[in-house]
């Protein structure tokens, strides 16, 4: 059986059965103990009229412990004891740490209730060391099944063997969530392996040796964004799978990074949808973040950026994927605030914003700031391209692609400005203007200058839509080519003197 078949099973027999680690809360002292709070030391002495202290701690079932007693000064002999609440002994540790230091080692917790940890000497009552000792509880994780959900910041406790080669463990995750999940071998010749997948078995990621654990054989998946908010699941193996031979122990944890720490490189660029507006900081540290959009083409943007606190004075660009900019505004939102408004898309795919500052790395001035981002398909459905007054829009003519079409809603009597520039290549611009039917009702080649198109006084006969069409001399037969930038103005609108 494969095992997202087996997936399949515990999918449809367990799905929504989970398990969390909860944090240890402080409980009042009980009779003759004290309460001791993981990962919090405490030091105390023994002697002949003090051969033992208690101290208690609420456990939660399948979490993974770990206690420590060592020697400060004198010939301290330590001893420990873990019992429940009934006083059973659930382990105990005479030399098991170093030197005569005792020590509990990855002792799993069986139920829920309060646990007593007895920090006392070899012999006890009848024994003759003594000296002062610190004591120490430790979280390790938790010991989980193969059909735990895990949450952010757990450390899962599980073990390969030949007759379990896989184990398998679910994760809820948010759309736009960045994880970060690693297998590290804790004991045996374990080569660990990791897959992170679709609940029916897809595989998204996998990793055998993690880069950032170099040295070592241990699995890691890095930076890994989340498209889909939903449950994903986690393989933990060994390189080979069934076929491999590697046994041994593991901890599994998964983390979120934090989304104060997204954004400070282009591989780090935070997800965004339309309709969203996060918050962020700019200043000498990190002077721009990045974020990514994936968009349709024709869709129509507007970007804002504005400031929450300080003197940030922002600026934003748009990139394509291959991180061109196509278009970026400084102070267009007004109060020094950045706006790139009605922007078409040219093409479908991933898009980047950055959030930065005027002068960039250079600049003097830092903030808080929001980045707003909304989006809508354009009226030409992707099939033309859609233009506002005052838009300017860049495109490529090459002989794969000899024309664009942009589409545009203008007023009777509206006068309008269109304007083709070259902006590299040989490119010999030509415009056309068709009114709503698909009629020509303007042109022009060698308007501007420097062989650039230019209709600049144009008065629009009726209300309704016009298409700009952006193309080169003697269109699909021209042999020149290059990059544009084609610009709409509206210089007076109809019914004005």
Known sequence: MTWFRRVTLILLVSFGAGLGWRPVEASPLRQGGTTITPGVAVNGSLNDETFRQVYTFEGHTNEVISISMSRIEGNLDPYLLLTDERGTIL?????????????????????????????????????????????????VGIEAGDTSIIAYGENILGRITPEEPLAFYFVRAQRGDVINISLRRTSGNLDPHLDLATPDGRILVSNDDD?????????????????????????????GREAGDTTGSYVLSVEQTPPQELGTSPDMA????????????????????????????????????????GNLDPLVRLTDTNFSELVMDDDSGGNKNARIAAYTLPNTGTYYLLATRAGGQGGKTAGAYTLELTGRPGVGGGQVLEIVYGATV?????????????????????VIRISMERTSGDLDALITLLDGEGKQIAFDDDGGDDQNALLPEFVLPSEGMYVVIASRFDREAGTTSGAYLLTLDLI???GSE
């Open 492 to 494: 007076r609108p109809g």
């Open 270 to 309: 935070r997800l965004m949808d339309y309709g969203m507006a996060l918050e962020g900081t700019i200043d000498d540290d990190v002077p721009e973040r990045y974020y990514r959009f994936d968009a349709e083409r024709g869709d129509v943007i507007t970007v804002t950026m504005s400031v929450n606190d």
């Open 211 to 239: 880069p950032l654990a170099e040295g070592t054989l241990d699995a890691g998946i890095s930076n890994y964004t989340i498209l889909e908010t939903g449950i994903y699941l986690l393989v933990a193996t060994r390189f």
């Open 91 to 139: 382990a105990l540790s005479d030399d098991n740490g170093s030197g005569m230091n005792a020590q509990i080692a990855s002792k799993r917790i069986p139920a829920d209730g309060t646990y007593v940890i007895i920090a006392t000497r070899f012999g006890q009552e009848h024994g003759s060391t003594m000296g002062s000792y610190t004591l120490l509880l430790e979280y």
């Open 394 to 414: 860049n495109g490529l003519i090459d002989d794969q692609n000899s024309a664009e079409q942009y589409l545009f809603v203008g007023q009777q009597g509206d």
